[in-house]
């Protein structure tokens, strides 16, 4: 019976480690999206637009080098900072046309 309740045993605890990781991720996020929602209204403000190019281009580059280096797929990496800075750019959106 010892055979099957170590590996019981080992896939809670990893799983409670996964749970504990998509929590600090999602709190990451939040703090994320508050700084890029200041980051809108002064856009908005000066009269900026919502989206900067270079910028992403150059944070898209920064991430996939930091994705390799923590040997995680850089093109995995990059699909998701696609995914947070469109889901920006909306809300840079939005804020402008308040």
Known sequence: MACVTEPI????????SIDNIDAALVHLL???????????HLKAEAGMP???LEREARQIARLRAKADEAGLDPQFAEKFLNFIIAEVI???????SE
Do not use: M
């Not at 045993?9 to 409670?16: C, P, V, Y």
């Not at 939040?30 to 809108?40: D, I």
């Not at 909306?90 to 402008?96: P, T, V």
């Open 9 to 16: 045993a080992e896939l809670t605890r990893l799983r409670g």
């Open 90 to 96: 909306h809300h840079h959106e939005a804020i402008a």
């Open 30 to 40: 939040a703090e994320r999206f508050k700084c890029t929602q200041q980051v809108g």
């Open 50 to 52: 919502p989206a900067d």
